[in-house]
């Protein structure tokens, strides 16, 4: 057998049919453009108007950062580290360099700038190892070459020889007296108030007195819980398109939460000023958190920089795996008291979340971890701990809930053992002990928005429950059983043997926005003007739509504020100031708040206009309150003044503001006290499941939640976000975790095959119960919604196994191993 | 090597295309149709999900040379695929052919979406009118391999129970929307086309 | 990499004498796995998807000659009667899209612990159809699996078919994992009764570096089932005898801990399994047995 030489055998480089390349040379098929979206209702807030961007993306039209294409494009490949903790001794590239095809090999020593690392909040993370690496997966080479099979040849063929390091792996690791420090030579903020360098962040919060309050408990619970490795796992992969220009900067087409985060981050490293990055958003498919942290925007910069050619990079699922930061998993040790009439007297806490090798968000994930580590109840006495380790695992950050998730699984598991020591229901007893609004939390601050907790509460218990044995169905010939609505589904496990029903309840408490002092605010654009005689409004900000809705409701935004019918959503792009992150639960109160902000400057500018031009026409125009509505200025008593066409003619009204939210504090780093958060949001869940008890295999049948919105800009998105954050709840309460080698700190499961994501077959119906009472502080009195219904889902899940095992179960997620002893 | 086969009803024609590359890759990278996804290109999530001579196939599974001579229809290709399918077997999916309407009777029932795209009307498939009234599209990246695998239901069990809806899509991951929603847009499909079957 | 794509069975014969190391593809559902995760990066890849007769099948008196790329969704929709048992674990496998495309000869071709066609096979009873230029046999299906990820064929065969006894009896099959649909087995078990020469047959999955039947179990069972005359009396099966039986099948798996379980729950949930299809079968024989919706 002849071999053929490696010119002939390597792919050809990717071309298209000259008919499905774009026109213009230089633009990069698959670019964002304006979409425009009429209303044949009025279309404001409150309805449940439907996606501007719903056509494309069920025509297969919507161009996701991974569908990015140019003319002569490359594409880019990271060379990854394949142990977790080692001294770079050697790299040689040079066998990869000279691979027929290749453009560039890029190492640490090809870094163009001074500054060479990038990080959300502390800039520990280096864009290519330098002299170590810190944890499986991290990016040591990137290449660029003309067929993806050639990067990944060519990656292959560079040579790295690492000597391994003593790993820390978990807290006893990273604090032992003789510990190898996973970051040298520190000085982030932090470093002044933690008890060890391999201690990213301590939080604790003392108020009250904790142990003397403990005399006056009648009964006392303590527990240790552990909580799994989750994973965002959004389906589009980690992707984006840099392309550079001709003034030596670059455009860069990218799927991320936040793009002048990533902005910030980047221009240093490429040793450009911001304005010569200009960044765009692609189509981002999910995003949940691990999208806040920079994956292969810097790497592809570089490469087209270097080579002078666009550059494409697109993780597959194995890679994304190690290109995003994970939930911290974490350990939690809880210690609750109560009277025997029920009344909550203490908790004690300390959750030691672990951050992996590269801080990410940990600091704050420590903050939200301890200061909502009380959860939903009114407790005085309370001393708490949360700090966030440095380990050789894999980072972890930001993922729906952050922080607030681990807490809620564990003080969900103490109610639920208080109340059955006290032998009292265990709504009733949640409810004994629900805050309100006017509660004092252990920062000190005072809630003073509703808090509906018993409510919420009630609610889910009063619904009906779902009838027994569902997987029974009566036919022609007899009883059969439908395999599907069972445990193990259609593996066929059970019949109805081992199969036992339990119930469980949880409620949850988590922040909306960024918190402790951070200036939390959002940028918005809005023009208005006429064209082909209808008045038109357009919203130009820097949010990310990640899958959320935001673009649906700046659009019912700008018709409620202004009286259009056609609404234009500019794509999002660094040409607008920051719209802060699609995260937190923030963005339709801040971004949302910023849209109707800058409208409202619009309208104050067409009434001036209006005035000017028609004000000596009618008196209403001096002295009435006037209002923009169906395309028409009208008075708050219905009667029209002007219609908006003849108002604007041919001027068009653009502005451009931030707006803030009401400033927060930083926690105290002692005693932890501040008013550190924006608003709180609270959920509620019933899980009702079947467990066969001999497999240890479960069905969740329902997971009804009640809610409280505020007030729900669009309902039909209300829902998608709370059925959707329900489900993420539930998937890592029955299957989903990231499984770390204690010995080695790899990962052993990246990939779809081995981490599980629940399918349609294993997801209960998920009845909603929507509350709309509103907070008077935030716009039209809404509340972030996005996050609250993972946190409360999970240990209503843990709650009903328990119920149906009667088991303890103090980790998540539960796998049948722990449901059946062995 | 070079591979012929036909994508959405056209003839194509791939040049030069490496031997390890999948039907996936081919079709969003050499031919313009980035519409099927490419989320975990291990046949675990189904939103690369195209028809390959009428069947539901993971096109992330199939080697390109495996395709010569055959026919795929992506999401780009659904609503023509659709009509098509409803001008020579009216009645949209029963497979008898018994409960038969005309197509212009089947969009009656098509609520048009209380927003639309400026521009061109565009005319959608009835599961991808389903899937945007329903609010089952967030993020949109599952969204292309369920319509396929959905509206292929559809063709076949023109009234699915809940439990067929599920089992139909249970290769298909959505991140995003808790299930529901899709399940809503299935069943509002399936209505819509049934009652204009009746009609 | 070069694409072969022979024609004609003879063809593919032709070229894998040529390329012994050419890899058979035909749903694609492993190979290209490896491929898109460069795991795998074979000199030839051998396409068999435009040979027609390995999707087809014949019923014939004894057996059912199935073609190796018999797509799993035609073996659950078109022979339930005849091969219930594989119907069912086909019903199993991964998710629509990927039955659409996979089929036997993959599973065998690749001999993973974890494929899900294996224990049903092994409860039927078969004999893997392997042909090369040099001529075809006949490989039991006993002798089929030769270790970890390792079978009987050798490098210039390729699986034409698999001629599966035809069901005298009822068969029945289950698999754990740890989701309700789309899931790889942490194990699985088949079951097969065979009235016909009163023997019961089984194969267990992922619970041993090979799929093996559960020999002592099933000699076990066969006595006490003829010593019982169950086989005339059709009485319910004792819980003696279905615990022992089960205890007997979790005693023949020789599992490791890895990812998808430990290796004490595999031990366990053989045993369940055992017990739990021992039963369903023996009802359907006795003719009292329920229906299964939803299970091929």
Same mark, same amino acid.
């Given at each position: 057998?002849?071999?053929?030489?490696?010119?002939?055998?390597?792919?050809?480089?990717?071309?298209?049919?000259?008919?499905?390349?774009?026109?213009?040379?230089?633009?990069?098929?698959?670019?964002?453009?304006?979409?425009?979206?009429?209303?044949?209702?009025?279309?404001?807030?409150?309805?449940?108007?439907?996606?501007?961007?719903?056509?494309?993306?069920?025509?297969?039209?919507?161009?996701?950062?991974?569908?990015?294409?140019?003319?002569?494009?490359?594409?880019?490949?990271?060379?990854?580290?394949?142990?977790?903790?080692?001294?770079?001794?050697?790299?040689?590239?040079?066998?990869?360099?000279?691979?027929?095809?290749?453009?560039?090999?890029?190492?640490?020593?090809?870094?163009?700038?001074?500054?060479?690392?990038?990080?959300?909040?502390?800039?520990?993370?280096?864009?290519?190892?330098?002299?170590?690496?810190?944890?499986?997966?991290?990016?040591?080479?990137?290449?660029?070459?003309?067929?993806?099979?050639?990067?990944?040849?060519?990656?292959?063929?560079?040579?790295?020889?690492?000597?391994?390091?003593?790993?820390?792996?978990?807290?006893?690791?990273?604090?032992?007296?003789?510990? $190898?420090?996973?970051?040298?030579?520190?000085?982030?903020?932090?470093?002044?108030?933690?008890?060890?360098?391999?201690?990213?962040?301590?939080?604790?919060?003392?108020?009250?007195?904790?142990?003397?309050?403990?005399?006056?408990?009648?009964?006392?619970?303590?527990?240790?819980?552990?909580?799994?490795?989750?994973?965002?796992?959004?389906?589009?992969?980690?992707?984006?398109?840099?392309?550079?220009?001709?003034?030596?900067?670059?455009?860069?087409?990218?799927?991320?939460?936040?793009?002048?985060?990533?902005?910030?981050?980047?221009?240093?490293?490429?040793?450009?000023?911001?304005?010569?990055?200009?960044?765009?958003?692609?189509?981002?498919?999910?995003?949940?958190?691990?999208?806040?942290?920079?994956?292969?925007?810097?790497?592809?910069?570089?490469?087209?920089?270097?080579?002078?050619?666009?550059?494409?990079?697109?993780?597959?699922?194995?890679?994304?795996?190690?290109?995003?930061?994970?939930?911290?998993?974490?350990?939690?040790?809880?210690?609750?008291?109560?009277?025997?009439?029920?009344?909550?007297?203490?908790?004690?806490?300390?959750?030691?979340?672990?951050?992996?090798?590269?801080?990410?968000?940990?600091?704050?994930?420590?903050?939200?971890?301890?200061?909502?580590?009380?959860?939903?109840?009114?407790?005085?006495?309370?001393?708490?701990?949360?700090?966030?380790?440095?380990?050789?695992?894999?980072?972890?950050?930001?993922?729906?809930?952050?922080?607030?998730?681990?807490?809620?699984?564990?003080?969900?598991?103490?109610?639920?053992?208080?109340?059955?020591?006290?032998?009292?229901?265990?709504?009733?007893?949640?409810?004994?002990?629900?805050?309100?609004?006017?509660?004092?939390?252990?920062?000190?601050?005072?809630?003073?928005?509703?808090?509906?907790?018993?409510?919420?509460?009630?609610?889910?218990?009063?619904?009906?429950?779902?009838?027994?044995?569902?997987?029974?169905?009566?036919?022609?010939?007899?009883?059969?059983?439908?395999?599907?609505?069972?445990?193990?589904?259609?593996?066929?496990?059970?019949?109805?043997?081992?199969?036992?029903?339990?119930?469980?309840?949880?409620?949850?408490?988590?922040?909306?926005?960024?918190?402790?002092?951070?200036?939390?605010?959002?940028?918005?654009?809005?023009?208005?003007?006429?064209?082909?005689?209808?008045?038109?409004?357009?919203?130009?900000?820097?949010?990310?739509?990640?899958?959320?809705?935001?673009?649906?409701?700046?659009?019912?935004?700008?018709?409620?504020?202004?009286?259009?019918?056609?609404?234009?959503?500019?794509?999002?792009?660094?040409?607008?100031?920051?719209?802060?992150?699609?995260?937190?639960?923030?963005?339709?109160?801040?971004?949302?708040?910023?849209?109707?902000?800058?409208?409202?400057?619009?309208?104050?500018?067409?009434?001036?206009?209006?005035?000017?031009?028609?004000?000596?026409?009618?008196?209403?125009?001096?002295?009435?309150?006037?209002?923009?509505?169906?395309?028409?200025?009208?008075?708050?008593?219905?009667?029209?003044?002007?219609?908006?066409?003849?108002?604007?003619?041919?001027?068009?009204?653009?502005?451009?503001?931030?707006?803030?939210?009401?400033?927060?504090?930083?926690?105290?780093?002692?005693?932890?006290?501040?008013?550190?958060?924006?608003?709180?949001?609270?959920?509620?869940?019933?899980?009702?499941?079947?467990?066969?008890?001999?497999?240890?295999?479960?069905?969740?049948?329902?997971?009804?939640?009640?809610?409280?919105?505020?007030?729900?800009?669009?309902?039909?998105?209300?829902?998608?976000?709370?059925?959707?954050?329900?489900?993420?709840?539930?998937?890592?309460?029955?299957?989903?975790?990231?499984?770390?080698?204690?010995?080695?700190?790899?990962?052993?499961?990246?990939?779809?095959?081995?981490?599980?994501?629940?399918?349609?077959?294993?997801?209960?119906?998920?009845?909603?119960?929507?509350?709309?009472?509103?907070?008077?502080?935030?716009?039209?009195?809404?509340?972030?919604?996005?996050?609250?219904?993972?946190?409360?889902?999970?240990?209503?899940?843990?709650?009903?196994?328990?119920?149906?095992?009667?088991?303890?179960?103090?980790?998540?997620?539960?796998?049948?191993?722990?449901?059946?002893?062995? | 090597?070079?591979?012929?086969?036909?994508?959405?009803?056209?003839?194509?024609?791939?040049?030069?295309?490496?031997?390890?590359?999948?039907?996936?890759?081919?079709?969003?990278?050499?031919?313009?149709?980035?519409?099927?996804?490419?989320?975990?290109?291990?046949?675990?999530?189904?939103?690369?999900?195209?028809?390959?001579?009428?069947?539901?196939?993971?096109?992330?599974?199939?080697?390109?040379?495996?395709?010569?001579?055959?026919?795929?229809?992506?999401?780009?290709?659904?609503?023509?695929?659709?009509?098509?399918?409803?001008?020579?077997?009216?009645?949209?999916?029963?497979?008898?052919?018994?409960?038969?309407?005309?197509?212009?009777?089947?969009?009656?029932?098509?609520?048009?979406?209380?927003?639309?795209?400026?521009?061109?009307?565009?005319?959608?498939?009835?599961?991808?009118?389903?899937?945007?009234?329903?609010?089952?599209?967030?993020?949109?990246?599952?969204?292309?391999?369920?319509?396929?695998?959905?509206?292929?239901?559809?063709?076949?069990?023109?009234?699915?129970?809940?439990?067929?809806?599920?089992?139909?899509?249970?290769?298909?991951?959505?991140?995003?929307?808790?299930?529901?929603?899709?399940?809503?847009?299935?069943?509002?499909?399936?209505?819509?086309?049934?009652?204009?079957?009746?009609? | 990499?070069?694409?072969?794509?022979?024609?004609?069975?003879?063809?593919?014969?032709?070229?894998?004498?040529?390329?012994?190391?050419?890899?058979?593809?035909?749903?694609?559902?492993? $190979?290209?796995?490896?491929?898109?995760?460069?795991?795998?990066?074979?000199?030839?890849?051998?396409?068999?998807?435009?040979?027609?007769?390995?999707?087809?099948?014949?019923?014939?008196?004894?057996?059912?000659?199935?073609?190796?790329?018999?797509?799993?969704?035609?073996?659950?929709?078109?022979?339930?009667?005849?091969?219930?048992?594989?119907?069912?674990?086909?019903?199993?496998?991964?998710?629509?899209?990927?039955?659409?495309?996979?089929?036997?000869?993959?599973?065998?071709?690749?001999?993973?612990?974890?494929?899900?066609?294996?224990?049903?096979?092994?409860?039927?009873?078969?004999?893997?159809?392997?042909?090369?230029?040099?001529?075809?046999?006949?490989?039991?299906?006993?002798?089929?699996?030769?270790?970890?990820?390792?079978?009987?064929?050798?490098?210039?065969?390729?699986?034409?078919?698999?001629?599966?006894?035809?069901?005298?009896?009822?068969?029945?099959?289950?698999?754990?994992?740890?989701?309700?649909?789309?899931?790889?087995?942490?194990?699985?078990?088949?079951?097969?009764?065979?009235?016909?020469?009163?023997?019961?047959?089984?194969?267990?999955?992922?619970?041993?570096?090979?799929?093996?039947?559960?020999?002592?179990?099933?000699?076990?069972?066969?006595?006490?089932?003829?010593?019982?005359?169950?086989?005339?009396?059709?009485?319910?099966?004792?819980?003696?005898?279905?615990?022992?039986?089960?205890?007997?099948?979790?005693?023949?798996?020789?599992?490791?801990?890895?990812?998808?379980?430990?290796?004490?729950?595999?031990?366990?949930?053989?045993?369940?399994?055992?017990?739990?299809?021992?039963?369903?079968?023996?009802?359907?024989?006795?003719?009292?047995?329920?229906?299964?919706?939803?299970?091929?």
């Amino acid at each position: 057998m002849t071999t053929r030489p490696e010119a002939t055998t390597r792919p050809e480089a990717t071309t298209r049919p000259a008919a499905t390349t774009p026109k213009a040379q230089n633009t990069p098929s698959g670019t964002p453009t304006k979409i425009t979206q009429g209303s044949p209702t009025k279309g404001g807030i409150g309805e449940s108007t439907l996606r501007p961007d719903g056509t494309l993306k069920v025509t297969g039209e919507f161009a996701y950062s991974s569908d990015m294409w140019h003319e002569d494009m490359l594409w880019g490949q990271t060379l990854r580290s394949t142990v977790a903790h080692a001294e770079i001794v050697s790299i040689d590239t040079s066998e990869a360099l000279a691979t027929s095809g290749v453009y560039a090999v890029m190492t640490y020593d090809d870094l163009p700038a001074a500054m060479k690392n990038y990080g959300l909040e502390i800039q520990d993370t280096p864009v290519l190892a330098h002299g170590k690496v810190r944890h499986h997966g991290e990016p040591v080479a990137i290449v660029a070459a003309d067929h993806p099979e050639t990067a990944r040849r060519a990656a292959a063929k560079i040579r790295i020889e690492y000597r391994e390091l003593p790993l820390i792996t978990d807290e006893a690791s990273a604090t032992a007296p003789d510990a $190898v420090l996973v970051h040298e030579g520190r000085d982030d903020h932090h470093i002044g108030h933690v008890p060890h360098p391999n201690i990213v962040h301590r939080q604790p919060i003392i108020r009250g007195d904790a142990d003397e309050a403990a005399k006056r408990a009648d009964v006392i619970v303590t527990g240790e819980y552990t909580f799994g490795m989750q994973d965002q796992a959004f389906l589009g992969p980690e992707s984006g398109l840099a392309v550079p220009s001709e003034d030596g900067g670059v455009e860069l087409y990218v799927a991320t939460q936040w793009l002048h985060s990533d902005l910030g981050q980047i221009a240093p490293v490429l040793g450009l000023p911001e304005d010569k990055v200009r960044m765009t958003l692609s189509g981002v498919g999910g995003a949940f958190g691990g999208r806040e942290d920079i994956s292969m925007q810097i790497h592809a910069c570089l490469l087209a920089l270097r080579t002078g050619k666009p550059v494409k990079i697109v993780y597959n699922r194995f890679e994304s795996f190690f290109g995003h930061v994970h939930r911290h998993p974490a350990k939690l040790h809880y210690e609750h008291g109560a009277t025997k009439d029920g009344k909550l007297t203490h908790m004690k806490c300390r959750i030691v979340l672990d951050g992996g090798a590269y801080a990410s968000a940990s600091p704050a994930v420590v903050g939200n971890a301890s200061s909502l580590s009380v959860g939903p109840y009114k407790i005085e006495d309370v001393d708490i701990e949360a700090v966030a380790l440095y380990t050789n695992n894999p980072p972890c950050g930001a993922m729906r809930g952050f922080g607030a998730v681990q807490a809620c699984f564990a003080y969900e598991a103490q109610m639920d053992k208080l109340a059955a020591k006290l032998d009292m229901d265990p709504v009733e007893f949640r409810q004994l002990n629900a805050m309100e609004q006017g509660t004092l939390l252990p920062t000190g601050q005072v809630c003073d928005s509703p808090a509906p907790v018993a409510e919420l509460l009630r609610r889910v218990k009063a619904r009906p429950l779902p009838p027994e044995q569902e997987w029974l169905t009566a036919g022609a010939a007899g009883t059969s059983v439908d395999v599907r609505a069972l445990p193990g589904g259609l593996s066929n496990t059970t019949h109805g043997e081992g199969v036992v029903r339990g119930v469980g309840y949880a409620v949850g408490l988590k922040n909306v926005g960024f918190s402790e002092g951070f200036d939390d605010y959002s940028t918005a654009r809005v023009r208005m003007e006429v064209i082909n005689g209808e008045p038109v409004a357009t919203v130009h900000t820097a949010m990310a739509e990640v899958g959320q809705g935001g673009v649906t409701v700046h659009a019912q935004i700008a018709r409620t504020e202004l009286g259009v019918n056609q609404v234009t959503i500019h794509p999002a792009d660094t040409r607008v100031g920051s719209a802060g992150s699609t995260s937190a639960s923030r963005q339709t109160y801040v971004t949302g708040g910023a849209v109707k902000n800058s409208c409202e400057a619009v309208r104050e500018k067409v009434l001036e206009l209006g005035r000017t031009k028609f004000g000596t026409y009618h008196p209403a125009w001096a002295t009435a309150e006037l209002l923009l509505e169906g395309g028409k200025v009208v008075t708050d008593g219905g009667e029209v003044l002007a219609d908006l066409a003849d108002v604007l003619e041919d001027e068009a009204i653009d502005i451009e503001l931030e707006w803030r939210h009401r400033p927060t504090e930083a926690f105290d780093l002692r005693t932890g006290q501040g008013n550190g958060h924006v608003q709180y949001s609270f959920a509620a869940h019933r899980a009702v499941v079947e467990v066969d008890t001999e497999l240890g295999l479960v069905k969740v049948i329902e997971l009804a939640c009640a809610q409280d919105v505020g007030k729900a800009l669009n309902p039909l998105s209300v829902l998608g976000q709370i059925q959707g954050g329900t489900l993420q709840g539930m998937g890592v309460a029955v299957m989903e975790e990231i499984i770390v080698d204690p010995k080695t700190a790899k990962v052993r499961n990246p990939s779809f095959t081995d981490y599980l994501l629940p399918t349609i077959l294993d997801t209960p119906t998920i009845p909603v119960d929507v509350l709309e009472l509103a907070d008077e502080h935030a716009p039209y009195g809404l509340r972030g919604i996005g996050e609250a219904p993972t946190l409360s889902s999970t240990p209503a899940v843990l709650a009903a196994i328990r119920n149906a095992t009667g088991l303890e179960l103090n980790r998540t997620p539960v796998r049948p191993e722990h449901l059946t002893s062995t | 090597m070079r591979v012929n086969f036909t994508v959405n009803g056209r003839q194509q024609e791939a040049d030069d295309v490496w031997e390890g590359e999948s039907l996936l890759y081919v079709l969003r990278e050499r031919m313009g149709l980035p519409g099927s996804k490419n989320a975990c290109e291990q046949g675990e999530c189904g939103s690369c999900t195209v028809r390959l001579d009428g069947v539901p196939v993971c096109a992330c599974l199939v080697a390109a040379g495996q395709v010569e001579g055959r026919e795929v229809v992506t999401v780009e290709g659904l609503a023509d695929y659709a009509k098509h399918r409803e001008d020579a077997h009216p009645g949209g999916g029963c497979a008898s052919g018994a409960c038969g309407t005309t197509l212009d009777a089947a969009k009656r029932w098509q609520s048009r979406p209380t927003d639309g795209q400026t521009g061109e009307a565009v005319e959608l498939a009835p599961i991808q009118q389903a899937f945007i009234d329903a609010g089952a599209v967030q993020c949109g990246f599952c969204t292309p391999g369920l319509l396929v695998a959905a509206d292929e239901l559809l063709e076949n069990t023109p009234s699915p129970s809940d439990q067929d809806i599920r089992e139909a899509l249970s290769g298909n991951l959505c991140r995003c929307t808790g299930y529901e929603k899709i399940l809503d847009a299935v069943r509002l499909a399936a209505a819509r086309q049934g009652e204009a079957a009746q009609s | 990499m070069d694409f072969l794509r022979p024609a004609s069975w003879e063809e593919a014969l032709a070229a894998k004498a040529e390329h012994p190391t050419a890899v058979p593809i035909a749903g694609g559902t492993d $190979v290209m796995v490896e491929i898109n995760f460069d795991h795998r990066r074979p000199e030839y890849l051998l396409d068999l998807n435009r040979i027609g007769e390995l999707s087809e099948w014949e019923v014939g008196q004894e057996s059912v000659r199935l073609g190796a790329s018999v797509p799993y969704s035609s073996i659950m929709e078109h022979l339930r009667a005849e091969l219930p048992g594989l119907a069912l674990a086909s019903h199993t496998v991964a998710s629509p899209q990927i039955r659409n495309r996979g089929g036997v000869g993959g599973n065998l071709g690749t001999a993973s612990p974890a494929g899900d066609a294996h224990p049903a096979l092994l409860a039927a009873d078969c004999e893997v159809e392997a042909e090369s230029v040099r001529g075809t046999r006949l490989i039991p299906i006993d002798a089929f699996y030769t270790g970890v990820k390792r079978n009987a064929l050798e490098p210039d065969e390729l699986i034409r078919a698999v001629h599966i006894r035809k069901a005298d009896g009822p068969q029945q099959y289950s698999k754990v994992g740890t989701r309700n649909a789309m899931v790889i087995a942490v194990c699985a078990f088949g079951i097969a009764l065979h009235p016909e020469t009163r023997t019961v047959r089984t194969g267990i999955g992922s619970a041993a570096p090979t799929p093996i039947r559960a020999k002592e179990a099933e000699e076990f069972l066969n006595a006490a089932l003829e010593e019982g005359g169950f086989w005339e009396n059709g009485k319910i099966i004792t819980p003696a005898i279905a615990q022992q039986f089960a205890a007997l099948a979790s005693g023949a798996c020789n599992p490791i801990d890895d990812v998808r379980g430990t290796a004490r729950y595999r031990r366990h949930a053989v045993g369940i399994m055992a017990r739990r299809t021992l039963g369903w079968t023996w009802e359907q024989y006795r003719g009292v047995g329920r229906t299964l919706e939803g299970a091929a």
